[in-house]
């Protein structure tokens, strides 16, 4: 039996290693890594549960210690206290995207690698190379239109663009990792099929690599999209600077990056473009674990460099830790992805020497049971809950799914279904709130509304603002929440009275939160315009204007706010650089001569109109508040009051 359940053990965690990289699931919004968390969990989880078993039974629990188990212990705990203390949403660190997670089951599976002997460690080596392989394998079907062919695969394979890895950079990344692996068994393996096969093998990820690769580089659809050093950096420090001992906070990047980007970034072609990681795995990291992840990654890289001066020194042919080196250098130029973090662990489990040292636990079948219990509890309560987030992130993707069939009630059935079995992922309750408020706008369509009609928008419109502030509560430093929520007040200024003071409020608070976003500003100043305060809609379109000066839009509707305040010298001026910013070929170019011919009218002047080639988004002229579509106007209540700021 003990045999029985080590084989089961070796055989999961060695079939684990072959398939993560190229494991994906239909059915979810993230095909690529949510899948992959859950395979992961399994894996360890029945590994774990095998070998607990067998120690029971034999009476006696070994655990074998590695050279880099103090710091890839201390990583983890960082992430784990990180996420704790600082991820505002506790379900982003430890599930989608899971960052958490994903460090505890690679340490758990560093740990359990840790246990095999150097025979055992070997094959799981080859099993990686294998997985290289299998990777290469997907890549290359794609390359060549393979699963096009196959109408039973999921549709999102057919893509040109599908990696199953959900990164191109990372896939080679890793290629290029188990490639040295590869070359190295061509050199030293002795056996003849052996050797063919490993050369074979590693001609394929070759060719993988460099066709790939080159279609990365060449091809504007494979283009890598990741912020310049020179943003990360400034994002990293900055978060230094006001968290500095535990970071943001694991999955909490994309927050940083709202608050703390550069307005040089706005000069960029991706101004309009948010990032949840830096451009490098050891920025992102030192923004979201702060010192603490630092020290732990430095202590990790000083424990590496020991082992390979330590081999070196004792001229140990352990040249296979040349893998290892290109992964950690690797991280240095591109983020991480599952994949990677479990490639990572791998490779330190099996370059640890762990099979050199090993200390006793319990000594009998009584104290092994006692040991093993608590482990086998959290593994079971653990699938229990997550089992109920899986099933509410399928709700969820099957809510996409009805939405771009034009299924308003099943969109609406299924998000609702969502955000019920996992209440605490602020992406449903904030997509929940716009499913509400775009059936009350649907509704308010109609040409004569009955009493019914009014009843129904003011329940959906209660409700869009109930979800709405639940997004925001579950994440009130995040500005796409706060964003929502003011566009929901919004839409009801003309038949909700206090919506205009709460839409002020929220917008005011989306902008602390990503202060150099032009267009934020735009939709404040858009609200005040519409109240008729057209000295604070000024302003606002002014600070938009700052924030990006070459944004055709904010000086357009700052142009409107000035010509409402017959101020028609300053509103003529902003409409030439309105001109002078968009195509002239385009309808934007139209419709701001257009509207520079109104304003000449009303205060003819004499200007030159200047063309640059620079696009614009489309122009778009703040709104007036509409008549009401309920009368008498609905009174908001207490609960409808945004939430407070507290940090």
């Known amino acids: 039996m003990q045999k029985a359940l080590d084989k089961i053990q070796k055989f999961i965690i060695i079939l684990g290693v072959v398939l993560f990289p190229v494991f994906i699931l239909p059915g979810f919004s993230s095909p690529y890594f949510v899948p992959k968390e859950i395979f992961l969990a399994g894996i360890v989880s029945i590994a774990l549960i095998a070998g607990l078993l067998k120690s029971i039974i034999n009476g006696e629990i070994k655990f074998s210690y590695g050279k880099f188990d103090f710091a ?28 958490a997670t994903f460090a505890i ?72 990792a188990v490639l040295s692996i590869g070359i190295i068994y061509v050199i030293k393996e002795k056996d003849i099929v052996k050797k063919v096969f490993f050369s074979i093998s590693s001609l394929i990820i070759v060719a993988t690599i460099v066709l790939t690769g080159t279609k990365l580089f060449t091809q504007k659809s494979q283009e890598l999209i990741l912020p310049s050093w020179q943003t990360s950096w400034i994002i ?70 020991r082992k390979i001066s330590f081999d070196m020194t004792k001229k140990k042919s352990n040249w296979e830790i040349v893998s290892l080196i290109i992964l950690l250098l690797a991280l240095f130029f591109i983020p991480i992805a599952p994949a990677l973090l479990v490639l990572l662990m791998i490779l330190l489990s099996i370059f640890s020497s762990s099979e050199e040292k090993y200390v006793v636990i319990a000594t009998n079948k009584i104290s092994s049971l006692i040991v093993s219990a608590p482990v086998i509890i959290a593994i079971i309560l653990t699938a229990f809950f997550g089992a109920k987030a899986v099933a509410a992130e399928m709700n969820y993707k099957k809510s996409l799914d009805a939405l771009t069939k034009n299924d308003a009630r099943g969109t609406y059935d299924y998000m609702t279904k969502a955000a019920t079995q996992n209440p605490y992922v602020d992406r449903y309750r904030a997509s929940l709130a716009q499913v509400n408020l775009a059936l009350a706008n649907s509704i308010a369509t109609k040409e004569e509304l009955t009493d019914i009609d009014r009843s129904t928008i003011s329940q959906l419109v209660q409700q869009a603002i109930s979800e709405g502030k639940a997004a925001v509560t579950l994440n009130i430093g995040r500005s796409a929440n706060w964003e929502i929520l003011a566009q929901i ?57 700052a924030a990006k000066n070459n944004l055709a839009n904010a000086h357009y509707n700052l142009a409107a706010a000035y010509a409402a305040k017959k101020d028609y010298d300053k509103a003529i001026k902003e409409m030439n650089t309105v001109l002078s910013l968009v ?53 908001l209540p207490e609960e409808a009051t945004p939430p407070a700021v507290t940090e």
């Open 72 to 99: 890839l212990t201390l990583l983890t705990l960082v992430y784990i206290l990180s996420a704790i203390i600082k991820t505002p949403n506790k379900m982003e660190a430890f599930f989608y995207p899971g960052t």
């Open 105 to 176: 089951l690679a340490l758990v599976l560093y740990l359990l690698i840790n246990q095999f002997t150097k025979y055992s460690k070997r094959n799981t080596l080859v099993a990686v190379f294998v997985s290289g392989i299998l990777l290469s394998i997907f890549m290359l079907f794609t390359e060549l239109k393979v699963f096009s062919f196959i109408p039973q695969l999921p549709s999102f394979m057919s893509s040109i663009n599908f990696n199953s890895m959900g990164s191109t950079i990372g896939s080679i990344v890793f290629l290029l």
């Open 236 to 305: 990293t420090i900055e978060s230094f600077k006001n968290s500095p001992i535990f970071g943001v906070g694991p999955g909490n990047y994309i927050t940083a990056f709202n608050i703390y980007r550069p307005l040089s970034y706005n000069q960029t072609d991706l101004w309009q473009t948010k990032f949840s990681s830096a451009n490098n795995f050891y920025f992102t990291l030192f923004t979201e674990l702060g010192l603490a992840g630092t020290i732990a990654i430095i202590i990790l890289l000083i424990a590496v460099y």
């Open 489 to 545: 007040y919004r839409s009801i200024l003309a038949f909700a009275q206090g919506a205009d003071q709460f839409a002020i409020q929220t917008f005011s608070q989306a902008v602390a939160l990503d202060p150099i976003n032009p267009e934020l500003r735009v939709s404040l100043g858009g609200v005040y315009y519409a109240l008729g305060d057209y000295d604070n809609a000024i302003t606002s379109f002014q600070l938009a204007v």
């Open 583 to 635: 195509d002239e070929n385009s309808e934007d170019y139209k419709t701001a001569q257009t509207t520079l011919l109104e304003y000449q009218t009303q205060k003819p002047v004499n200007t030159e109109n200047q063309i640059s080639e620079n696009s614009s988004a489309t122009l778009t002229q703040p709104e007036t508040v509409e008549e009401p579509i309920i009368k008498p106007p609905i009174e």
